[in-house]
């Protein structure tokens, strides 16, 4: 029972949380894909930029002296971090995307414009935050939560933190917001269509500027969403979302592009397989090491966890090699 | 005043001129159709009146104003819709959705045009929680027609709305157009079934190489010998 619950604590709670950083992350990827053709590559710095302002408010908030009981400030500020980063979305692709569409660049062009956007960001991290690491908890406890499982010789608790806690209600409250966004309001309706068939929207005389930068909003805010959580669970750095933008890639591809319930379906397969891969499953082997006919090994893991990037990738080739389009069947270019 | 007049229009996608001087003129009663051979420009026509190519030359006036190079948005909530050949519906939302997004120039009530629409088309009201892409061609066709009603158009252009369709179907699509016309919208349309089309046209319009080669009512355009030779197969 012990190993069950080590293996709950390591496996489950550490897919769910990394699996919402990737799902929440990788619904801007696939909007951003479905509404404008392209894949943005600058999706992660946007994540880390909304993560530092988040980390700027909190110390402002902390200056103030404002703060909620129970309730971490990085959360406190999260709205606020979000709508700001939302502005700076917007600013970005009137700075730098709009005048390429304008011109009617073709979607490599655009990839690579973001590539130049994330060196810009990340640039511009480094110049006032340096490349160190920053936390969000140096003057504020993480609390740890721990729930005793009432079974007889069992030791272990289930282990989680708060601020991992508080990310599973964010990420199911953004996704049930977005989800009545896109099936009630007429501008969730008229981005869908738009994704559908971009040409029969303007035909439609539906407002495709108007449509463009609700995308924005939507993938420039839920980008500092995904940012802060990654940063509030493990650490602030420049290049903190950059690493896992390949993996939030692969979770929007495998759910199909342009699919929002597929990114979020992607985030989660690919979150838990990350887990799985790089848990030692000696650790469940071991109570039933007299039944089996060769010796447990001391570590018996899929992948080592500096390799953990590899399973987002073969998962994409395998889900890929079965379903072209993704689970849920997405765009092509 | 006819309801659109396009005169002497001129325009392209940039290079050559595919249109060179087409001239039409409906009124909100009329069955406008468009005929001629392929490349000769009929499609380009109904693309140039919706601002999809450049007008470099001559006008296109819609109700007493000129709408050249005018975008979809704006002309939309001026009384215009479009129906395209292909691709015409939104695959992945439910037939209501689809009229939904027809409505979407409109800050009034659609819900009694959409009724309109359903009481036009009855099968669309059984299919309306129905992905539209799963529906059969004549079904889509309804369906693209439907949406591009909501915006309660005084002009419907409609590029081949027959097109792909089993003879059955053809007949049982232009029975309805003349169904939405007699509703009092004016319908523009470009037709590959020449003959069937022009049968029940007010006006007909022959396009050869980008521009008007004949004029007249449909029944006119069918009775002239030198049309039914060169256009619509002897």
């Keep these: ?333 | 005043m006819p309801l659109i007049e396009l005169k002497n229009v001129v325009g392209g996608y940039g290079g050559a001129p595919i249109l060179n001087g087409v001239n039409i003129a409906i009124e909100q009663s009329d069955i406008g159709v468009i005929v001629g051979p392929n490349g000769a420009g009929k499609s380009t026509t109904l693309k140039a009146i919706f601002g999809l190519l450049k007008v470099t030359e001559g006008s296109i006036v819609f109700g007493g104003e000129e709408i050249q190079n005018s975008l979809p948005d704006k002309l939309v909530p001026k009384g215009l819709s479009f129906v395209p050949q292909e691709k015409n519906v939104f695959t992945s939302m439910s037939v209501e959705e689809n009229l939904e997004m027809g409505a979407f120039t409109r800050t009034d009530d659609f819900r009694p045009t959409m009724e309109w629409v359903y009481e036009m088309f009855p099968v669309l009201r059984e299919k309306r929680r129905q992905p539209a892409g799963e529906l059969s061609g004549g079904q889509r066709q309804m369906v693209a027609m439907g949406r591009a009603l909501m915006s309660q158009p005084k002009l419907l252009l409609l590029d081949e709305p027959s097109a792909g369709l089993s003879p059955r179907y053809v007949l049982e699509i232009f029975e309805q157009i003349v169904k939405v016309n007699k509703a009092g919208v004016g319908i523009l349309m470009v037709e590959q079934n020449a003959r069937q089309a022009l049968a029940f046209a007010s006006r007909g319009f022959v396009l050869a190489t980008g521009k008007n080669r004949f004029t007249g009512t449909g029944p006119e355009l069918i009775a002239d010998p030198e049309v039914a030779k060169s256009f619509l197969g002897g």
């Excluded at chain 1, 508080?166 to 969730?188: E, K, N, Y």
């Excluded at chain 1, 040409?199 to 980008?223: E, H, P, Y």
């Design chain 1, 1 to 333: 029972m012990n190993e069950l619950i080590f293996f709950f604590n390591n496996v489950i709670v550490a897919g769910v949380v990394l699996g919402s950083i990737y799902a929440v992350g990788a619904i801007g990827v696939t909007l951003i894909f479905g509404i404008l053709r392209f894949a943005h590559f600058a999706h992660g710095d946007m994540m880390t930029m909304g993560a530092f302002i988040a980390f700027l408010l909190m110390l402002a908030f902390q200056a103030m002296g404002i703060s909620v009981p129970f309730l971490p400030t990085g959360f406190l500020v999260l709205p606020i971090a979000m709508v700001i980063t939302a502005i700076i979305a917007l600013g970005l692709d009137k700075g730098f995307y709009a005048p390429l569409r304008r011109r009617g660049a073709r979607p490599v062009t655009l990839l690579i414009a973001s590539i130049g956007v994330t060196l810009i960001i990340q640039g511009l991290i480094r110049l006032f935050f340096g490349s160190g690491t920053w936390n969000f908890f140096e003057t504020e406890p993480k609390q740890l939560i721990r729930i005793p499982v009432p079974l007889e010789g069992v030791t272990r608790t289930i282990n989680f933190t708060q601020p991992q806690l508080l990310m599973v209600i964010c990420t199911v409250v953004a996704v049930l917001a977005l989800h009545f966004f896109l099936t009630r309001s007429r501008l969730g309706k008229a981005m869908r269509a738009m994704a559908d068939n971009a040409d029969l929207a303007q035909v439609s005389g539906i407002n495709t500027k108007l449509v463009v930068r609700v995308t924005w909003i939507i993938a420039g805010s839920l980008a500092a969403m995904a940012g802060t959580m990654l940063a509030l669970d493990v650490q602030l750095k420049p290049d903190l979302a950059f690493n896992i933008v390949l993996p939030i890639f692969a979770a929007a591809i495998v759910g199909g592009l342009g699919q929002s319930y597929g990114a979020i379906a992607g985030g989660f397969l690919i979150g838990f397989a990350e887990t799985a891969a790089i848990f030692n499953w000696s650790v469940l082997l071991r109570p039933i090491s007299g039944a089996l006919p060769f010796e447990v090994p001391a570590t018996l893991a899929v992948v080592p966890t500096e390799y953990k990037l590899t399973v987002a990738f073969v998962i994409l080739v395998v889900v890929l090699l079965w379903r072209p389009t993704g689970i849920f069947k997405g765009a092509q270019t």
